[in-house]
């Protein structure tokens, strides 16, 4: 079946510190990827996305590419900040499936100052 | 502008009551997405509308779930005969038309059922 799997967290974090948090997909057909972020008390709000093979998302300093041969799509930031704290969750989307969202189940970063 | 809103924020019920839980899109956006989300998990879709009808209800876990949306804007979800493992917070998203459009959720409805 069509599923995401994520790296488990909490991840904590130094400001400043190399940001990875991996993802891996099952799907079959040709999948959009997606990070959505879930700021404490907040809705989720999309981060980026790539709808296909190659493709490189980036948004507020953070990055991900589809790759296709690993079936990944790892987020990546370069400098965390405090502010960056939140639940990174990873999700694909197939279009001929009516367009829902399958999501992993979350990852918890925590940036220290 | 206004984004998805979601009513109540919160519902406490006990089992075996009935709840209606409502959801408000962003005006204009024709699809509309009911998620649930339990603790420490991902979000799992529900049902999708496009307009008025449930184009997908895949995700509904049983019958005692339904979902309503007669006018092709407010949704309203639909919990008969409650069970504690109900207990959750129930996601709506809307996007404009469907089909890798992005979608934008709305803050959630934590049910709590005792």
């Known amino acids: 079946g069509n599923s995401v799997t994520q790296m488990e967290g909490p991840v904590t974090l130094s400001e400043e510190a190399f940001l990875t948090i991996n993802c891996t997909y099952t799907?079959?057909?040709?999948?959009?990827l997606f990070w959505y972020v879930q700021y404490p008390g907040e809705g989720l709000q999309l981060l980026l996305k790539?709808?296909?093979?190659?493709d490189k998302g980036s948004n507020k300093g953070f990055e991900a590419t589809y790759r296709k041969e690993t079936t990944s799509f790892h987020l990546e930031k370069g400098s965390v900040q405090v502010s960056d704290s939140a639940v990174y969750f990873c999700?694909?989307?197939?279009?001929?499936?009516?367009?829902?969202?399958?999501f992993g189940t979350g990852t918890r970063l925590q940036v220290f100052p | 502008g206004a984004g998805v809103s979601q009513t109540p924020s919160n519902k406490v019920t006990e089992k075996g009551k009935y709840v209606e839980l409502r959801c408000d899109p962003i005006?204009?956006?024709?699809?509309l997405y009911w998620y649930r989300q339990s603790l420490g998990q991902g979000p799992e879709f529900l049902i999708y509308?496009?307009?008025?009808?449930?184009?997908?209800d895949s995700g509904l876990p049983n019958d005692r779930f339904f979902a309503v949306r007669p006018e092709g804007s407010v949704s309203t979800l639909k919990i008969q005969r409650t069970e504690r493992g109900d207990s959750a917070v129930y996601l709506c998203?809307?996007?404009?038309?469907?089909?890798?459009?992005?979608?934008?959720f709305g803050p959630g409805t934590r049910l709590t059922v005792l």
């Open positions: 799907a079959t057909g040709y999948p959009s």
């Open positions: 790539a709808t296909k093979a190659d």
């Open positions: 509308f496009q307009g008025t009808g449930a184009a997908d």
């Open positions: 999700a694909l989307l197939l279009s001929y499936n009516t367009d829902k969202l399958i």
């Open positions: 005006s204009g956006h024709t699809a």
């Open positions: 998203a809307s996007s404009l038309m469907g089909t890798d459009n992005e979608q934008f």
